[in-house]
Structures are given as structure tokens and as C-alpha cells.
């Protein structure tokens, strides 16, 4: 007995051990220390330069109504007036597949060498609509850019007008001073980014498709630098994200015997269909930190305090533990593994008749990790009933992942440092989608990242109420762009 006893303390030391020495050498690199270059930047014009932007209503799922065709010309227009400098040194081409809606504007900066890949530097400017009878949520007029002491509001001032609005401000600033890039810098301001691109950003893959254009690297909006979203980490987190989740939708019909309500067969439609997402919902994808996932969080990881950071540098045995911690929060969840959300339901036609078939709409976004055919076999797994047919409307894969050992990544990082001085620097994935899953077809990299610092207050604002963003990040952001395109048109 005393030799079992003392095998297990053994054995418990050993363990403690291993657990120390592996959490002691899981050590974060010191922040990188970049001298900080901080242009002189007028903060209020910018910002009202965002508050004239935000009050063109351009909502990009309302484009087939004439008088939202009218806001998108009159913004195109604004832009011309607003930013003439940039205008008469890069006539901006209009285009759109859709030949009566070309709103996306795509700017060429010439390069002075041709045989140096070119760059392209991407926002959209199109918008999501205000919720019908949440007009009086906001705190000022969703449309009336409104400016405080600190923060311009209104619809789009964080997606995406003012990346839009703040890469339009560098380039100004680049010109004013005689800037001319060594390679040439492509400025795609979308349209449509917001119903999925199929018109504007196509247009603008197809023009350099035909242009016989590869991009080195594309940056489009999808992350932001984070500050307070990790606990314990107290360092602002650059999330600089090199892919970005796939797009699925799927109805699940469930069928049957239809009749009037006031003779209801024991199950109905409905009772099934209820029955196939509660299925659902009790069997999600497997989630986990490996891959992508896992190489954001060991970036960020060994800045933790010590008793996270131990989990962390062992998942080998607190993975479940990590897991599970990580999908008590949405945001973080996402990141795990392909989400599965019920958004849509239909049935009968009428209050007092039995539907033949009970639908549910299903969005799904895709983890880079799994499969269409992989996701549709777990989805009739977990449903586990004949009665209940899974039809795939959509299915578009998750993107490629991108390099972090590019020369566009560390420019991007580096920019971001010289204006916010020291930061977290680490991979990410996009939960959602944007632009670049259309650029990256041709770029050899795609990074999502919007230079602005966001805290979990800002966060509602996305496709919410409130939606707002700081002066101080506008002249950021400013900064960071005139930086990353100096830095990368040269080399």
C-alpha cells in the first residue's frame, strides 16, 4: 500500500512538475518597442468628413428602390468634391456587374516599377438598415452623424464607412506631400459588401482578373485592435486576421399530414421540425483550438496571468477545460468551430390549418477545418429522422488561410505599432464575411484587419443601435494607412 501511496505522489510531483517547467518556458516575447511616427492630423475635419459620409442612407440591400440608387450617386459625388486631390491623381473607375447599379469605385495609384506586385487597400462604404422601431434606441439619429467632444454616431461609422472615409484622408495626405509608390496601390471603395459582394467587389476581381493583376497582398476590413476582450491580458491585442469562415445556409423541410387545426394528429410539422432543432442544437461541430484557432490564442495566451497561462502552455491536458471556458462566450465560441443558428421559420398559411411542411432556415459559417460534405452529414446525424430533409441553399468553403510571415502581414503589424506604439500581435480568424473571400482569388494573401481599437461597449454598435467610433481612432486610422502605404509601395 505504501509503495501504491508513494508511486502516485510520485507520479503527482512528476505531473506538477512537467505542468511548471512547460508554463515557465510558454513565456510571452517582450512587445515589440517600434518608435512611434505620429503624423500632425486635425482630428475635427476628418470627423466631419465621417458625419457628411454617414448621412448618405446607402443601404446596399435596399438598391433596387430609386431613391437609394439617388443616395449612393449623391455619396459618389460627395466623395469627388471631398477628396478632389485624390480624384484628379487616380480617376476611380465605377463598376458593378450588374450594369444600372455600378457604384464600387476602384482607385489606381501607379507605381513607378512594374515589375513590384501590386497592393490593394479595401473598405465599403455600403450599410446595413436600421431595425424598423429602433429609431429611438439611438442616442442620436442613426442617419445624422452626430459629433461629441470624442465620438462621431451614426450608421456605418464602424462598418465600414470609416476605414473608407480614413483611407481617402491618407491618401490626401500622401499626395500633399508629392508621395509616389514604388509599386502600384489599388483603393477599392465597395458597394455591396453588405448583401455579399456578387455585383461591386465582383466587378473588381473580374477588372483585374482581365488587367492580368496578382495582388501581393489584399487588406479589407475583419478584425480590429481589441482592448479589455481578453481577461487578464491587459496589452492591446492587434487581431490581424488571416482567413475567414465560409458561408452556408440549408432549409430543413419537415414534412407531415397536413389538415385543419381543430383535429391534430399527434405530431405535427411542426412538432417535428421543433423536434429536429432541439436535435440540433444538443449536437454542435466539434470544436477545439487547433489550427488557426490555436495559433491565435498562442499569441495572446502567454501574456495571461499565470494560472491561464497554464492551461494554455498544457492543452494537451486542459484542452476540454479550455474548451468548454472558451464556449460560454459567443465571440470566442465562434472561433471553435463551425456555428450553426436557426434564423428563419415558415408552416402554414393560415392560423387554423396544419402545414403539409414545416421549414427552418439554417445559417451556418463554416470553420476552416470542416468540409460541405462533412457538415451535411453531421447535420442528418445529429436530426436523426427520415421525415426531415436537409436542402443546401448556399455553401461557399472557408478561405484559405494567409501567411504571417509575409512582408504584407509584418507591414501591416508594424504600421499598426508605429501609431499605437506597443501591441499584441496575433493571428485570427474572421467569423463573419467581407470582401477579401473575393479578393484572395487574386492575391497571394488576404488579411482582414481595420485599424481601430474597439472594446466590448463598441461592439453593439456592429449591424446594432449606437453605432459609433472615437475621433481619436478616425486620426489612428488615418495615420496607420499613410504609414502602411508608404512602407509597403516601397519595398
Known sequence: MKKLLLGIATTFLLLAALLLVRTATYTAPPLAEVAIQKRTIDGRPIAQHLSEAIQFRTVSSQLPEPQTQSQFEAFIGWLAKTYPEVHSAMAPA???????????????????????????????????????????????????????????????????????????????????????????VYLSLTSDEETGGDSGTAAVVEKLKQDGVQLAWSLDEGSFLLRGFIPGV????????????????????????????SMPPQETAVDILAKALTNLRQSPLPSGLEGLSGDMFDSIAPYMPFGKKMLFANRWLFGSLIDSALS??????????????????SGSVKDNVLPIEAVATINLRVHPRDSIEGIVKHLNAAIDDERVEVKVRRADTASRVSSTESVGFNNIAEAAQQTYGPLVIAPGLTVAGTDSRRYETV????????????????????????????????????NFYSLLIEKSSRE
Do not use: C
Open 94 to 184: 465605377r463598376l458593378g456587374i450588374d450594369p444600372e447599379h455600378r457604384y464600387t469605385l476602384l482607385f489606381t495609384w501607379p507605381g513607378k516599377r512594374a515589375d513590384l506586385a501590386p497592393i490593394l487597400l479595401s473598405a465599403h462604404y455600403d450599410v446595413v438598415p436600421v431595425i424598423p422601431g429602433t429609431e429611438r434606441d439611438w442616442q442620436h439619429p442613426p442617419y445624422e452623424g452626430a459629433i461629441d467632444d470624442t465620438h462621431i454616431w451614426g450608421r456605418g461609422a464602424l462598418d465600414d464607412k470609416s476605414a473608407a472615409i480614413a483611407l481617402m484622408e491618407a491618401t490626401t495626405l500622401l499626395l500633399a506631400q508629392g508621395f509616389q509608390p514604388e509599386r502600384t
Open 234 to 261: 491587459d496589452a492591446t491585442v492587434a487581431s490581424i486576421n488571416v482567413a475567414e469562415k465560409g458561408y452556408m445556409t440549408v432549409d430543413l423541410v419537415a414534412r407531415g399530414q397536413g389538415g385543419h387545426s
Open 328 to 345: 460560454t462566450q459567443p465571440g470566442t465560441a465562434a472561433m471553435l468551430h463551425t456555428t450553426i443558428a436557426p434564423t428563419m421559420l
Open 443 to 478: 492575391a497571394d494573401d488576404s488579411y482582414r484587419f481595420n485599424p481601430m481599437v474597439v472594446t466590448k461597449e463598441d461592439t453593439h454598435g456592429f449591424h446594432g443601435t449606437n453605432e459609433r467610433i472615437s475621433i481619436e481612432n478616425m486620426v489612428h486610422a488615418t
